[in-house]
């Protein structure tokens, strides 16, 4: 019994360098996001019918909305492609650059 206050005392002093690690790079994502710009701008504008502005988009709902596209449950074949070698770490990290730019 004595184990468990020990345990919870160890995660309680080292879940803020814990946590910070797992933090999303929008620097790591800008230097992923060359792929998208063909679509969606430079900056996340927007290209019209080629692709919707994502600058400014909710990084949970970006994240969510990568993996919907690699596994296909978002049917679009570029999207498709461009996902399908990109990690959790990766989407993380696009959804970071992407939400730190102003919508247009």
Known sequence: MKRIPFAAAILFTLGPWATASLAADAAAGKAK??????????????????????????EDKFVAALKDYKSGKK????????TGSLGDADFENLAAHYASLKKK
């Open 75 to 82: 049917p679009s074949g570029p999207m498709k492609a461009i």
């Open 33 to 58: 996001a060359a792929p998208c710009a063909g679509c969606h701008g430079a900056n996340g504008e927007g290209k019209g019918a080629a692709g919707p502005a994502i600058a400014g988009l909710d």
